[in-house]
């Protein structure tokens, strides 16, 4: 998989409780200071210039601008541990702004739980800040101490995030991707209509459709239809990891028009994503899959290379048929016989396509998920069990693109020259999941 964006650390919105004295408007001076880390993280999430200089230029002046505040409140208002637990949270959560790991930052949160334990969101930004440097198990730890003083919709999204992050290089890969499917779960229960948690449920069962070998649907389906619950948060409208994230899972799924609406979108509200590469390579994959249609065989040729399927016999209940004959959707109980004619190179994980011909030497566009680029090759026969067909249509910029598809989700559904594919051509796609203050 490629590195899939993540959300921002979840100690971006939280605040304190309110200590005491009130002073100027009636607030006091942790909580204007308060109010301003709020407003730096804000400008962190929300803020994408083109140059990345540009955005640590205004972190920095702006978190010099919080600690500044701090600087200044009065020492008998930072006396008792609650007072000084606040003040120490938030000169941590300041100085943790920034992407690397910041030593001074998590000394600081530590002073902060120690002085106040039940300062949830000190525990949030302290697992956030350890996160950075590494240690995904203090981190870990800390989310887990901070969800054992209640259930926490921040909490329970950056245990989701952390997971997927541990889950990477381990042999307990897919545990771990359903566990912080299940605490993506839970963080959307205790706030339904809070962008922010669909958006990581979402970013969940992207990652489980890769760890499971780029094959599921189910995954992908689940994924678009958490991001676009997300969209529903007028929020939600700033984040274009958002964009990017449901772009991706609409490129798997061949939702090429909607992936390029999404990317564009993505790429508008941050230039430094990549987003506009996407585009340009789904337009190629396109351009690609064009030409390779319209690069034909001559007839003859074509009934001389498709007349060895005619001795194919079947070994199962299931009924031969051509492109002609299928239906729209799942087809079962029926099998395509084909001629790969050309493998259609692009730059995806997945699907692999190939140039295809049936017994009735009509071509079309054969897309096949959890196989190796090597596991069929040019001029091999193939039996499509229970295919999925449909008609791929997509338009952009004033240019329209239309094949026959069909597509193949299991290694199960297909045998290359009569044979079941070898295990070793079995596709298993990796994870970068990672976190991304």
Wanted: contains cysteine; charged residues 25%.
């Amino acid at each position: 998989m490629s590195a899939q964006k993540q959300p921002a650390g979840a100690c971006a919105s939280s605040g304190p409780a309110r200590p005491e004295p009130e002073e100027e408007g009636g607030r006091t001076p942790l909580e204007r200071a308060a109010d301003a880390a709020q407003e730096l993280y804000r400008l962190r999430d929300t803020f994408f210039p083109r140059d990345p200089a540009e955005k640590t230029a205004a972190l920095r002046a702006r978190a010099d601008a919080a600690l500044a505040l701090l600087d200044a409140i009065p020492p008998e208002q930072k006396k008792s541990p609650q007072q000084r637990g606040v003040f120490e949270f938030l000169r941590g959560k300041i100085l943790d702004v920034f992407p690397d790991y910041h030593k001074e930052a998590e000394d600081h949160l530590s002073k902060a739980v120690k002085l106040n334990p039940s300062l949830v969101d000190a525990w949030l930004c302290l697992g956030n800040c350890i996160w950075k440097k590494g240690d995904l198990s203090a981190a870990k730890n800390c989310f887990s101490l901070a969800l054992s003083k209640g259930s926490d919709k921040k909490i329970l999204f950056q245990l989701s995030m952390l997971e997927r992050s541990m889950a990477q290089g381990s042999e307990d890969q897919t545990v771990l991707v359903e566990e912080s499917i299940k605490h993506a779960k839970e963080a959307v229960m205790l706030d339904i209509k809070d962008g922010n948690s669909w958006y990581n449920m979402g970013n969940a069962y992207l990652t489980s459709f890769f760890v499971g070998g780029a094959w599921d649907h189910t995954k992908l389906h689940h994924s678009v239809k958490a991001y676009q619950n997300a969209e529903k948060d007028k929020t939600m409208s700033l984040n274009p990891d958002l964009y990017y994230n449901c772009a991706t899972a609409d490129k798997y799924l061949e939702n090429y028009e909607r992936a390029l609406r999404g990317f564009e979108a993505a790429a508008l509200k941050d230039p430094g994503l990549g987003a506009d590469r996407e585009v340009q390579k789904i337009i190629s994959l396109l351009d690609k899959l064009e030409n390779a249609m319209k690069g034909q065989l001559r007839s003859k040729r074509l009934a001389s290379l498709v007349s060895s399927l005619n001795g194919v016999i079947l070994k199962s209940f299931h009924r031969k048929a051509t492109i002609s004959e299928l239906s729209k959707g799942l087809n079962k109980a029926i099998a395509v016989l084909g001629k790969v004619v050309l493998l259609i190179r692009h730059d995806n994980v997945a699907p692999l396509y190939y140039l295809t011909c049936d017994l009735d030497q009509s071509y079309f566009i054969l897309s096949i998920y959890g196989l190796r680029d090597d596991a069929i090759k040019e001029g091999d026969r193939v039996v499509l069990y229970e295919p999925y067909y449909r008609i791929l249509e997509a338009s952009w910029k004033d240019k329209r693109y239309q094949f026959k598809s069909v597509r193949v989700d299991f290694p199960d559904q297909i045998l290359i020259n009569e044979k079941a594919p070898d295990p070793q051509h079995v596709a298993r796609a990796s994870i970068h999941a990672h976190n991304k203050p």
